[in-house]
């Protein structure tokens, strides 16, 4: 008789968080479409509100800051200023996200958004209280950049990981879309209420508007989130694999690669949006010499064009990859810009048109596919520390862009500063995304 004691079995050891990456992820999805709808369709709110400013600036240079060109430089220095704030709140959240959930995430977010844009409606003017106007301003923008930093990591998300594999970009291009939506809604606000309310009207209350019009739209979509369930996928996988304390420095430590590629696709999609979309309504004003409510009518129709792109975009990324989809976007963003601001100096009304569409077209195919291929990129359990490295991209390439071109245009007299600019960011990133890996499910079977 054999005294050996029989052999114990060893623990099984949890599943390296390393091989936990979006392609091979096939847990069924179980998220309710319900819950799928209010994710992508509320990116509607969280874009107006954080856009609407932009597309204020010089209503909002003269309120809080003075008349002078030198005012439209300092409202676009405080939106640059306030945008630091966006990989800050990127990264509470995004600890928040890997560590205790999605859905709390996005609930939290929108309600500091809330808050602050009713705070902002509600502020006084520089002629009511002086120069204090301005920096209050510049306090709420703070609070409204920390806030974003942790809506569009969380919603894409949220829907990459709640999708139907072989459809991540299709849906997560949808949010996209709805985030065009915001965009075309909050320029579609500053154009009618630029237009129907001028003169001193404007500068005392009216453009009070488009800022309540933004509370009371996150309000409402806060109630709505509340409806929504966990990602299914963080439920199953995320929190076993989230055995480290702190997923940020664990995606620090392991997942270099993925940070170099996120980098880059975030700096390709935040130049080419907040130059060729945002800042386009200030340049046909200082550059192409168009009325306020010209420029904004004009750049309702671009907005409304970046809504038709996004969804083929998204579909062209499963069908074809996320790689050669993403390297079309970005040889367009390095040989149309420079032309596309050309168009727009002349000062002509199809020509400024053109460009403006050309360059939305751009920049909306450019977002779709980062919006699945981005977080993609990082395993579950550390899916939005990894987005929210990124997004320090966006600080760069993104909030500081609108006012760097304003600035250099001033100095240099050269018209065509935007478009060098995204240009150059596309050369740069060109390699980057040439050697991306593919994440497409559908490429990968």
Do not use: K
Request: hydrophobic share 55%.
């Amino acid at each position: 008789m054999d005294n050996n004691p029989l052999p114990v079995p060893a623990p099984a050891l949890p599943v390296p968080r390393q091989v936990r990456r979006a392609p091979g992820d096939h847990i069924p999805p179980a998220l309710p479409r319900s819950s799928m709808g209010v994710a992508a369709f509320s990116t509607v709110v969280e874009w107006y509100d954080f856009t609407i400013y932009l597309f204020m600036t010089s209503v909002l240079s003269r309120v809080f800051f003075g008349p002078g060109p030198a005012s439209v430089l300092t409202t676009l220095a405080v939106f640059a200023l306030a945008y630091v704030m966006r990989p800050l709140g990127a990264l509470v959240f995004g600890h928040v996200g890997d560590r205790l959930g999605r859905r709390r995430v996005l609930l939290a977010s929108m309600a500091v958004m809330t808050v602050a844009m009713l705070a902002t409606a509600l502020l006084p003017t520089r002629d009511q209280i002086g120069s204090p106007a301005g920096a209050l301003l510049l306090l709420l923008r703070c609070v409204m950049g920390f806030s974003v930093g942790g809506e569009y990591t969380g919603v894409m998300t949220y829907l990459v990981e709640g999708a139907p594999p072989r459809r991540r970009g299709l849906v997560a291009s949808l949010a996209s879309a709805a985030s065009e939506v915001g965009a075309l809604l909050a320029v579609g606000v500053a154009a009618l209420t630029t237009t129907v309310i001028r003169g001193p009207a404007l500068e005392s209350w009216g453009w009070r508007i488009p800022f309540l019009v933004g509370a009371l739209l996150a309000a409402g979509t806060l109630v709505a989130r509340s409806t929504m369930r966990e990602s299914p996928v963080f439920e199953q996988i995320g929190r076993v694999a989230a055995t480290d304390r702190f997923p940020l420095w664990w995606t620090l430590r392991t997942q270099w690669p993925a940070l170099y590629r996120t980098f880059a696709i975030s700096a390709l999609g935040s130049i080419t949006y907040y130059v060729g979309i945002v800042y386009v309504p200030t340049y046909l004003m200082s550059v192409g010499g168009f009325a306020e409510s010209d420029a904004l009518w004009l750049s309702t129709v671009a907005s409304a064009a970046v809504i038709v792109i996004t969804p083929f975009a998204g579909a062209m990324a499963d069908r074809l990859g996320r790689r050669p989809t993403l390297v079309i976007f970005g040889v367009l963003s390095l040989v149309l810009p420079v032309s596309m601001f050309a168009f727009m100096a002349r000062g002509h009304a199809a020509a400024a048109l053109t460009g403006a569409v050309v360059l939305a077209l751009v920049a909306g195919g450019v977002s779709a596919v980062g919006a699945s291929a981005a977080p993609e990129q990082f395993p579950i359990a550390g899916r939005l520390s990894g987005l929210a490295v990124g997004t320090v991209a966006t600080t760069v390439f993104g909030g500081l862009t609108p006012y760097l071109s304003q600035a250099l245009i001033g100095s240099t007299g050269w018209a065509l500063v935007p478009g060098i600019m995204v240009a150059g960011v596309a050369l740069v990133t060109l390699p980057v995304l040439w050697r991306l890996p593919e994440t497409a499910p559908a490429r990968l079977t």
